[in-house]
């Protein structure tokens, strides 16, 4: 379902976003909505604009038995971008993101930086070592952007003496910011359209299974609740989906498996883990990324030797020696029927 429309004004294709009515009580004109472009173009027409030009279509509306006059007509504003120059400025000093130095001791320097360049995760300066993870639509607009702390050894959020988490429209102080979110990784449904969709809770756990399992493409909701809104899921139509929930939020997880298919989405639930996980696996809240990374790559593995051996590396790099193939995690899940409908 497209979002972004030619504008009628300076006709710029894909930067127009419509007003729409929430509860589908009346239709407004194409025109009505605001261009991206405000400094060149600047367009913008209201509904209120548009009732204020068409009269009789807002007595109409009234006196309709769909709507009480007392009743705020209900419109959903045109989402606010962030610049994307604002973005890519972000795009690099990851020797300094604790994050990805967490991945390149789990996963190797270059498959981490791999990760990191394909879902456009960036470095923030706002806690030293934290980490920016873009909601960059699948227009290629950035939504916002969600900032993280990560502890560089474990790989844990880091929550004391406060939780360490915060949004870029709000650091950048933006007025007026209509934040609309999407699904963090959204961006690159339209370069892999063959795979099937995996939706995830947390954006780092998206970063670390596409690596293990790059069977699916990975997505992450942002939270339990996430992009489950009509709106947000309108992206994913037409594919296949897969949700992998955390321990313990299967259950509210199977209540949005039961809207999706009522919306017509092909959707199943992977629930295996929950239902095999320890007690301290569930009491610890684990999901997909915390089994995945107790899977060992021959980089990790070699780097926890050179650890343990020092000479190792003095070795290697004397004979010039290096890994030769790198094991890769791409084992079948298990079978059709833990995935239930």
């Not at 497209?2 to 729409?20: D, G, K, L, S, V």
């Not at 548009?50 to 045109?78: G, M, T, W």
């Not at 996430?226 to 037409?238: D, I, Q, V, Y």
């Amino acid at each position: 379902m497209r979002t972004r429309y030619t504008c009628p004004a300076c006709e710029r294709p894909r930067c127009f976003a419509r007003y729409i009515d929430t509860e589908g009580t009346i239709e407004f004109p194409d025109n009505i909505g605001r261009c991206d472009h405000e400094q060149s173009c600047g367009y913008h027409c209201t509904p209120k604009d548009y009732f204020a030009k068409h009269p009789l279509a807002k007595e109409d509306l009234y006196s309709s038995d769909r709507l009480d006059y007392n009743k705020q007509i209900p419109v959903i504003l045109p989402p606010s971008f962030i610049e994307r120059a604002t973005m890519e400025q972000t795009l690099r000093g990851y020797e300094h993101n604790n994050l990805y130095r967490f991945l390149s001791e789990q996963l190797g320097e270059n498959e981490a930086l791999r990760l990191m360049s394909r879902y456009l995760v960036g470095t923030s300066k706002h806690w030293s070592g934290a980490t920016v993870f873009w909601q960059i639509d699948r227009d290629g607009y950035v939504r916002t952007g969600k900032v993280m702390l990560y502890n560089a050894e474990t790989g844990k959020r880091v929550k004391q003496p406060f939780n360490h988490i915060t949004w870029v429209h709000s650091l950048l102080k933006l007025p007026n910011y209509n934040l609309s979110q999407c699904f963090f990784g959204e961006h690159l449904l339209d370069a892999d359209k063959q795979k099937p969709i995996a939706l995830v809770e947390s954006e780092k756990t998206a970063l670390i299974a596409s690596h293990y399992l790059p069977q699916y493409l990975w997505l992450a909701t942002g939270g339990k609740n996430g992009c489950f809104k009509s709106s947000n899921l309108s992206p994913l139509f037409g594919r296949q989906i897969v949700l992998f929930p955390d321990l313990g939020a299967t259950a509210y997880w199977e209540e949005k498996l039961h809207m999706m298919q009522r919306l017509g989405m092909e959707v199943q639930l992977f629930d295996y883990l929950e239902k095999h996980a320890t007690p301290q696996d569930q009491q610890a809240g684990y999901d997909i990324a915390d089994y995945l990374l107790q899977i060992k790559t021959q980089n990790s593995a070699l780097k926890d030797l050179i650890r343990q051996k020092p000479n190792i590396q003095l070795l290697i790099d004397k004979l010039g020696l290096r890994v030769v193939k790198e094991q890769r995690f791409n084992e079948t899940l298990p079978p059709k029927k833990r995935l239930r409908h």
